[in-house]
């Protein structure tokens, strides 16, 4: 059974940085989807960034491009999101996800976890900035 465990979360003010990190445990030795949603309450969930861990392909929402960073160890023990240049309508409880899954070879591989459905969730982490 995979296990997500989400941490770094907190305040900070615009323009700050924040770095999330995801323990994951009882993965396979397979390839994964693991991707960083958030969500606001009364909103739908809405992904971050994916990335593959065959090729570590990664893929991001559009509007965090440029200032979110999404990262894997090599042991696809944790996955990192680092968050730069915060703004207030960043903020939203994080969750990371993972699914065990192949990417199709004639599509992005970032792209398609970043489209992935997910089986696999965290608690989530409380990420807040203010203006």
């Known amino acids: 059974q995979v296990r997500l465990v989400e941490s770094g979360g907190g305040s900070v003010q615009a323009g700050g940085s924040l770095s999330l990190s995801c323990a994951v445990s009882?993965?396979?030795?397979?390839?994964?989807?693991m991707a960083w949603f958030r969500q606001v309450p009364g909103k739908k969930r809405e992904p971050v960034a994916a990335?593959?861990?065959?090729?570590?392909?990664?893929y991001y929402r559009d509007s965090v491009k440029g200032r979110v960073t999404i990262s894997q160890d090599n042991t696809k023990r944790t996955l990192y999101l680092q968050m730069n240049n915060l703004k207030p309508e960043d903020t939203a409880m994080y969750y990371c996800?993972?699914?065990?899954?192949?990417?199709?070879?004639?599509w992005g591989s970032g792209g398609y976890c970043y489209s992935s459905t997910y089986k696999y969730w965290g608690q989530g982490t409380q990420v807040t900035v203010s203006p």
């Open positions: 009882g993965v396979t030795d397979g390839t994964y989807c």
């Open positions: 990335i593959y861990t065959g090729d570590s392909g990664t």
């Open positions: 996800a993972a699914e065990e899954t192949e990417a199709p070879p004639n």
